[in-house]
């Protein structure tokens, strides 16, 4: 059976979304501490951004995983190493503005 046959028995025709897990609900919230995080880098060849959700409950185990991540190339016109550490941290600044709006009805983001 091909997944458009499938999809069509869905009420949204051919189209199905399916969010993100976090591996955490709003309920754990109160008992525990989350926390984002945002890292980025560059090197000569590319620059990143990569977003990790810490979760610590009462006993204090500690849980991390992996959000999202974004990766570009550099530009081939040479930039500075200071030059792409900016343009990670405008690609991590981005990355954070869009896991806020896809995440606030989940967790409260601060600044």
Known sequence: MRVEEVLKGFSG???L????WLR???SQCEDTKVSLHVFTDASSRAYEAASYLRVADI???VTLNL???KCRLAPLDGDTI???EHLGALLGARLLNSLRSENNDVLEIDD
Not at 17 to 20: G, H, I, Q, W
């Open 67 to 69: 959000v999202a991540s």
């Open 82 to 84: 200071p030059g792409l």
């Open 13 to 15: 025709g051919n189209r």
């Open 59 to 61: 006993k204090v185990n």
């Open 24 to 26: 955490i609900t709003p």
């Open 17 to 20: 979304s399916v969010n993100r």
